[in-house]
C-alpha cells in the first residue's frame, strides 16, 4: 500500500491535489492513521493507460515523467517532446496531465531512432 506522499511522487503531482482526488473519489483509497493508502491497481486505474500486467507491472511502478521531466531527461524542449506525443509517444492522463512512463518512452525512442539506450 502506498501512502499519498509516494502516489504524489509517482504521478508527479502534489500530495495536496492526491488527497483532493481520494476525498472526491476519483482515487481508490482507504484512510489508515490519518493518512490514505492506495494499492497499484487502483493507481493504474486512474492512469488512462493500459493497465500494465505480468512482468510488466514492474517497471510501471516507476515514478511517470512529466513532459518537462522527460524533456529535461533527454535534454531537449518540452516542444520537442509535444511533438513526439503527436507523433505516437505513449502517454498516461493521470487527472487530466499527460504522464509518460520511461519503459514506454525508452521503448518508443529506440523504435522512432532506432537506437539503443
Known sequence: ML???EVAAHFDLS?????HHLQLGNLRGAK???????R?????AVEKGPTPKGDRAAFY????????GLAAKERISVRTVERWVEQGLPTRNVFGSVRIAEVDAEE??????GREG
Not at 497499484?40 to 493504474?44: H, K, M, N, T
Not at 511502478?61 to 518537462?68: I, M, N, Q, Y
Request: glycine share 0%; with cysteine.
Open 15 to 19: 500530495p495536496r491535489t492526491v488527497r
Open 40 to 44: 497499484w491497481p487502483d493507481l493504474w
Open 108 to 113: 518508443w525512442l529506440k523504435w522512432y531512432f
Open 32 to 38: 489508515r492513521n490519518r493518512d490514505w493508502r492506495c
Open 61 to 68: 511502478k516507476a515514478p511517470l515523467l512529466s513532459k518537462s
Open 3 to 5: 501512502t499519498t506522499d
